[in-house]
């Protein structure tokens, strides 16, 4: 997980300097509503979260990029894999393996 402590070493002050390239999805812990708060100084969105650890159970499951197409899968995460959970749903866990990613969805039964 992320230390806060060391989020407030940022030697770079914050300001709104224009437009930030938005990377591919799947990759960073971002989406335009909410994003992992070790991205607070990099990019500015509706709500930062700090992720909850989670573990895939019995068996391994896909992390998809999005939840309409499960078929596009960016890697399989094997049984008792930790994933940091930033939006949980009934359905889906959305979240990342680090905050520098891959980034996706999880189904929520996949989870001890």
């Not at 437009?19 to 607070?40: F, M, N, Q, S, Y």
């Not at 992390?63 to 930790?82: H, M, N």
Request: aromatic share 8%.
């Amino acid at each position: 997980m992320t230390d806060p402590a060391n989020l407030s070493n940022n030697e770079a002050p914050l300001a709104l300097t224009g437009p930030v390239e938005w990377p591919e999805k799947g990759t960073l812990p971002l989406r335009r509503d909410l994003a992992h708060i070790a991205l607070a100084p990099r990019f500015l969105v509706a709500n930062y979260a700090e992720p909850s650890a989670m573990r895939i159970g019995d068996a391994a499951a896909p992390l998809v990029r999005s939840t309409k197409d499960e078929s596009d899968v960016i890697l399989t995460l094997e049984s008792g894999a930790e994933f940091q959970a930033l939006d949980v749903t009934a359905s889906w866990v959305w979240g990342c393996i680090g905050p520098e990613g891959p980034t996706g969805y999880v189904r929520r039964d996949a989870f001890a």
